[in-house]
């Protein structure tokens, strides 16, 4: 789709001026902008309230070091970020990222990407994102603890229940979020619910840690109902061995399908005869080891391990059959190549669990061979949504039953499927839930705006 609105085009050139050097972030936005288009050609109410200038533009960006002291006693410096982009519609709200490629880009990149995510959910919450280049992968506990309590000595000046309010993301998972809680308690003499993604046992939801796995298969359910479809004996390829990866395993499964792959970040496993989740769990969740494990583990005899991504879609038989594709890993993994593999393979259905895990050209390759496409910001919203959930059960000072939870979810997510197909359908491009989602989110984000006038 390309980008012909004058008045949309010369801001996107603005916003590549003001960004140098960040691809990701105008990745994202020249995505949301192309889709924009029918929304600037008949609102120019929006355009006069100068919503889409500010909704481009983070409302605040931190930029901050961190040093902390490794086991040898030696000082270590990483850099942190918090992006707080759009409060127009509640506290910012959004992960941490732990990960070597972590920059401002990427940060802001997924905060954009979580302003219309979190408007999706229906829930009160606005926009952010934040993280450090630090890599969590070989260090000891200690070490992690040390880093997570020097971050939090800093962000904790910018967070608070009702301003901002982080969460998990890649690298930082439970025992993370426990070493940041615990800090930012330590320096506040507070008991709040400023983390999401906490232990059970310190105000944390249960159905959070299968949240977004479980609803992204939510969303692709309602996609593919609403298609004449289902899982039910269908092939699914999922990326990823993570959180994401594993709990949308877990509920494909469920549904009657047949997930075939899981990947790490030099490999993939195929096992023709079906994941065997249990041992991904113990290898990922306990041991948190390495996936290629899984090959000389199983006690499926077919299981291959294969170097590179697993969107060759290639094994020792020669190519991977699937009907729905469900990317869980991280950003860009899928590029043109890998779109034209999932076609060639059978292909008719991809969701994306992962943020923004699809380049342009494998977005346009789903759109032209008409692929059922579930974007990011809608089919992995359900994370952000539980996490939504957990702070009303902290604010209530209540812990809700893991059905409760679950079900406020599926609700969730069947509302966001509708809010995506009523506004494609309602601006002239029923069945593109990209689009859909797009306008849905942004619309809700741009009346708060508008109303609260030029701040």
Not at 115 to 139: I, R
């Amino acid at each position: 789709m390309a980008l012909k609105n004058q008045y949309l085009k010369e801001l996107l050139e603005r916003v590549e001026k003001r960004n140098p050097g960040e691809p990701e972030f105008i990745q994202a936005v020249t995505e949301v902008l192309e889709t924009l288009q029918p929304v600037a050609e008949k609102r120019q109410d929006l355009i006069d309230a100068g919503v889409f200038e500010r909704i481009v533009e983070p409302e605040r960006q931190i930029i901050f070091r961190v040093p902390w002291v490794d086991d040898n006693g030696k000082v270590q410096v990483n850099r942190g970020f918090r992006v707080q982009f759009n409060s127009a519609i509640g506290p910012y709200k959004g992960g941490i990222r732990l990960h070597p490629s972590v920059y401002l880009g990427i940060i802001k990149f997924l905060g954009f990407e979580q302003v219309f995510k979190n408007s999706l959910t229906t829930l009160p919450m606005g926009g952010g994102k934040g993280g450090s280049d630090f890599d969590p992968k070989g260090k000891s506990d200690g070490e992690i603890m040390r880093f997570c309590q020097s971050f939090m000595t800093e962000l904790s000046k910018h967070i608070g229940a009702d301003c901002d309010v982080p969460a998990g993301d890649i690298g930082t998972g439970a025992r993370e979020i426990g070493f940041m809680f615990g800090q930012y308690k330590r320096l506040r003499n507070e008991f709040v619910g400023v983390l999401t993604g906490k232990g059970l046992t310190y105000g944390g939801s249960l159905a959070r840690t299968e949240a977004t796995g479980y609803g992204l298969c939510y969303f692709t359910n309602e996609m593919l109902q609403a298609n004449g479809k289902s899982f039910e004996g269908k092939t699914v390829v999922i990326s990823g061995s993570g959180n994401v990866a594993i709990y949308a395993t877990e509920k494909a499964t469920q549904y009657g399908a047949k997930v075939v792959t899981v990947s790490g970040s030099n490999g993939y496993i195929y096992d023709p005869d079906g994941i065997e989740l249990d041992l991904v769990k113990q290898i990922k969740e306990v041991e948190r080891g390495r996936i290629k494990e899984y090959a000389s583990r199983t006690s499926h005899k077919n299981a291959e391990y294969h170097e590179g991504s697993v969107w060759t879609l290639k094994c020792n038989a020669g190519g991977i059959k699937l009907d729905i594709a469900l990317p869980c890993a991280t950003q860009n993994e899928i590029n043109g190549d890998g779109a034209k593999a999932i076609v060639a393979n059978g292909g008719f259905a991809i969701a994306e669990g992962a943020n923004m895990p699809s380049t342009p050209e494998a977005i346009e390759t789903y759109l032209s061979n008409g692929l059922l496409y579930g974007p990011a910001k809608a089919a992995n919203a359900g994370g952000v949504a539980t996490s939504g959930l957990e702070m009303s059960q902290n604010s209530e000072r209540l812990s809700w039953t893991f059905e409760e939870v679950d079900e406020k979810l599926h609700g969730i997510m069947k509302s966001i499927f509708k809010a995506c197909d009523d506004a494609a359908k309602e601006y002239g491009m029923a069945g593109n839930y990209m689009a859909g989602a797009n306008i849905a989110g942004f619309l809700k984000v741009a009346e708060a705006m508008k109303a609260q006038g030029c701040v």
